[in-house]
């Protein structure tokens, strides 16, 4: 396959939904892995009634046994490209793992409920991905129920999110009154009960605007408004520019309905044409290794562990980033120098895992792991030692105290407290003068996967104390702290490397440390606020 390299990578299509829990992420992915031929019915992610499950479903279920909280991968071919939706929880899930994902894909689709507009999780994650300066496009979903004013949706995305938004299509009303979508991009409007699947899209006249043939439509007050919000649209909007789509800097918008099947078909025909193939990956040393690079390369984004339920495996989700991967295949671990035979991999698709056949840059692939990785580790073969960038560590907002229930059993409560952390779901930090166990997470759910997993694996029953909802900041400059710096409304802890910070209690006591301490530098490292 090696020959067809480019060609291979070229169909390559990875992206994430992120979203607003709620705002109808698992009822849209429903609905492409549907046109993507996964699913054959609607409600099978959903509707567990109908005993079917799909996809990111063995998560739910995973999620009942209290012991999984990370992402799926799903996998399916349309239209010639081969599709990867890297799923990122929400919920309780969300967790730093749902951040990293982001940093594994090439663009983001934003999911947005037209009634509620922005939402604070979907500018959470929007900040992660607009840092990456990937391709953001835009879905303003449930346009069958009564929303905000399209143009306040356009308009809220400047101004909450500094993207510009250029919608592709615009709502022929909402609501009960809901007709069609006017579709600038495809000139033609798409009806949204049509009489019959032929008669579901009217072409437009490309110099007139006019309906070619005839148009139900035309009488309608609510079409002569669409007919004028697009004529505000051509005078007053953005126009399209594909080079800041790439760049993050402008979002193509799309109305429409998940829920019933509207408006997504013509989103997912116009994402495949404009979402971009895998590009390069940046090295610490500045290099960009190519996608069509015959050596093979990639990065581990997450490990998860027990996703079989029959046996207690962790597996590291590597981000392939050039050549081919192939079962068996000997890589050197950039961390350690290591050479590993990857001999237990696996891919993501239906509901069973499958053997990964021929993954290149844009695929995922699963490693079995026996404890050689860790989050962020390069993996690659050739002679040439290649080490990605550092994935950012996430800012944990949740905090809690840890301690073993039984003092007795100091080594197992050691030894799964540092694996564990080492698989970057949690963060541990270590207070200044006593050396006690703090836990960060960007996510509450995490603490009890924790705590069940010290239970189940290492043995070790755990006191967990929440001292709650905190602020960090890292410290620059320690030296210019004095002995009263600390207390518990900024409690002094240290991080893995030894490094400074405060956990602040609030807002107001950041800054009546600020105010206090003028000289003394915070920062936030990688802030999710
Ligand atoms: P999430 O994954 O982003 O959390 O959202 P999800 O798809 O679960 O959707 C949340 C709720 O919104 C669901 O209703 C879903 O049916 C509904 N929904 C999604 N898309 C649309 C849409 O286009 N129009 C309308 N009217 N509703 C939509 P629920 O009642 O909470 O769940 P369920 O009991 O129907 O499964």
């Given at each position: 396959?090696?020959?067809?390299?480019?060609?291979?990578?070229?169909?390559?299509?990875?992206?994430?939904?992120?979203?607003?829990?709620?705002?109808?992420?698992?009822?849209?992915?429903?609905?492409?892995?549907?046109?993507?031929?996964?699913?054959?019915?609607?409600?099978?992610?959903?509707?567990?009634?109908?005993?079917?499950?799909?996809?990111?479903?063995?998560?739910?279920?995973?999620?009942?046994?209290?012991?999984?909280?990370?992402?799926?991968?799903?996998?399916?071919?349309?239209?010639?490209?081969?599709?990867?939706?890297?799923?990122?929880?929400?919920?309780?899930?969300?967790?730093?793992?749902?951040?990293?994902?982001?940093?594994?894909?090439d663009a983001a689709?934003m999911?947005?409920?037209?009634?509620?507009?922005?939402?604070?999780?979907?500018?959470?994650?929007f900040?992660?991905v607009k840092k990456r300066g990937i391709p953001i496009f835009t879905?303003?979903?449930?346009?069958?129920?009564?929303?905000?004013?399209?143009?306040?949706?356009i308009?809220?995305l400047e101004?909450?999110l500094n993207i510009e938004g250029y919608p592709m299509?615009?709502?022929?009303?909402?609501?009960?009154?809901?007709?069609?979508?006017?579709?600038r991009e495809?000139?033609?409007?798409?009806?949204?009960?049509?009489?019959?699947?032929?008669?579901?899209?009217?072409?437009?006249?490309?110099?007139?605007?006019?309906?070619?043939?005839?148009?139900?439509?035309?009488?309608?007050?609510?079409?002569?408004?669409?007919?004028?919000?697009?004529?505000?649209l051509?005078?007053?909007g953005n126009q399209f520019d594909l080079t800041k789509v790439m760049h993050g800097e402008q979002t193509p918008v799309?109305?429409?309905?998940?829920?019933?099947?509207?408006?997504?078909?013509?989103?997912?025909?116009s994402f495949?044409k404009y979402a971009p193939?895998?590009s390069?990956?940046?090295?610490?040393?500045?290099?960009?290794?190519?996608?069509?690079?015959?050596?093979?390369?990639?990065?581990?984004?997450?490990?998860?562990?027990?996703?079989?339920?029959?046996?207690?495996?962790?597996?590291?989700?590597?981000?392939?980033?050039?050549?081919?991967?192939?079962?068996?295949?000997?890589?050197?671990?950039?961390?350690?120098?290591?050479?590993?035979?990857?001999?237990?991999?696996?891919?993501?698709?239906?509901?069973?895992?499958?053997?990964?056949?021929?993954?290149?840059?844009?695929?995922?692939?699963?490693?079995?792991?026996?404890?050689?990785?860790?989050?962020?580790?390069?993996?690659?073969?050739?002679?040439?030692?290649?080490?990605?960038?550092?994935?950012?560590?996430?800012?944990?907002?949740?905090?809690?105290?840890?301690?073993?229930?039984?003092?007795?059993?100091?080594?197992?409560?050691?030894?799964?407290?540092?694996?564990?952390?080492?698989?970057?779901?949690?963060?541990?930090?270590?207070?200044?003068?006593?050396?006690?166990?703090?836990?960060?997470?960007?996510?509450?759910?995490?603490?009890?996967?924790?705590?069940?997993?010290?239970?189940?694996?290492?043995?070790?029953?755990?006191?967990?104390?929440?001292?709650?909802?905190?602020?960090?900041?890292?410290?620059?400059?320690?030296?210019?702290?004095?002995?009263?710096?600390?207390?518990?409304?900024?409690?002094?802890?240290?991080?893995?490397?030894?490094?400074?910070?405060?956990?602040?209690?609030?807002?107001?006591?950041?800054?009546?440390?600020?105010?206090?301490?003028?000289?003394?530098?915070?920062?936030?490292?990688?802030?999710?606020?």
């Amino acid at each position: 396959m090696t020959d067809n390299l480019a060609q291979e990578v070229a169909k390559r299509r990875t992206f994430a939904i992120i979203s607003h829990p709620d705002a109808g992420k698992t009822t849209i992915t429903e609905q492409l892995l549907l046109f993507g031929g996964v699913i054959r019915q609607a409600g099978t992610v959903k509707g567990k009634k109908s005993g079917h499950f799909a996809k990111s479903d063995w998560m739910e279920i995973e999620k009942k046994r209290g012991i999984s909280v990370t992402s799926s991968v799903m996998q399916f071919d349309y239209q010639g490209k081969r599709i990867n939706i890297l799923d990122t929880p929400g919920h309780e899930d969300f967790s730093e793992d749902t951040y990293r994902t982001l940093m594994a894909v090439d663009a983001a689709v934003m999911v947005i409920d037209s009634a509620k507009g922005i939402e604070p999780q979907t500018k959470k994650l929007f900040k992660v991905v607009k840092k990456r300066g990937i391709p953001i496009f835009t879905f303003m979903n449930k346009l069958d129920r009564d929303g905000r004013e399209p143009l306040d949706l356009i308009a809220e995305l400047e101004d909450l999110l500094n993207i510009e938004g250029y919608p592709m299509n615009w709502p022929i009303g909402m609501g009960k009154g809901l007709k069609g979508l006017y579709d600038r991009e495809n000139n033609r409007i798409e009806l949204y009960r049509p009489q019959d699947d032929a008669h579901r899209f009217l072409p437009l006249d490309q110099t007139t605007g006019e309906v070619i043939g005839t148009n139900p439509l035309q009488d309608e007050s609510i079409y002569q408004q669409t007919l004028e919000d697009i004529d505000l649209l051509k005078e007053a909007g953005n126009q399209f520019d594909l080079t800041k789509v790439m760049h993050g800097e402008q979002t193509p918008v799309y109305f429409g309905s998940a829920l019933t099947n509207f408006g997504v078909e013509t989103f997912l025909n116009s994402f495949v044409k404009y979402a971009p193939a895998p590009s390069a990956y940046e090295t610490q040393d500045g290099e960009e290794i190519s996608p069509t690079d015959p050596n093979f390369s990639g990065f581990v984004f997450k490990i998860q562990a027990n996703m079989n339920p029959a046996h207690r495996d962790r597996i590291a989700f590597v981000r392939v980033c050039s050549g081919e991967f192939t079962k068996g295949m000997d890589v050197t671990l950039q961390r350690t120098g290591k050479k590993l035979r990857l001999n237990n991999s696996t891919e993501f698709m239906a509901d069973a895992r499958e053997q990964v056949t021929d993954a290149v840059a844009g695929d995922i692939v699963g490693l079995y792991d026996t404890g050689n990785f860790q989050i962020g580790d390069t993996i690659y073969t050739g002679k040439k030692v290649i080490a990605f960038k550092k994935l950012p560590q996430f800012t944990p907002e949740l905090f809690m105290k840890v301690t073993p229930k039984n003092v007795m059993k100091q080594k197992s409560f050691h030894k799964g407290m540092q694996q564990l952390v080492q698989e970057g779901a949690i963060q541990l930090y270590r207070t200044m003068n006593t050396d006690e166990y703090i836990l960060g997470a960007v996510g509450q759910l995490q603490f009890e996967v924790f705590q069940f997993r010290m239970q189940h694996e290492y043995n070790s029953e755990v006191e967990m104390t929440p001292i709650g909802s905190r602020t960090a900041r890292w410290i620059d400059n320690p030296d210019k702290l004095d002995e009263h710096a600390s207390s518990s409304r900024n409690l002094l802890v240290k991080d893995v490397n030894g490094d400074p910070l405060f956990l602040f209690e609030n807002d107001f006591a950041l800054r009546w440390f600020n105010d206090k301490y003028p000289d003394v530098h915070l920062t936030a490292r990688f802030q999710s606020e």
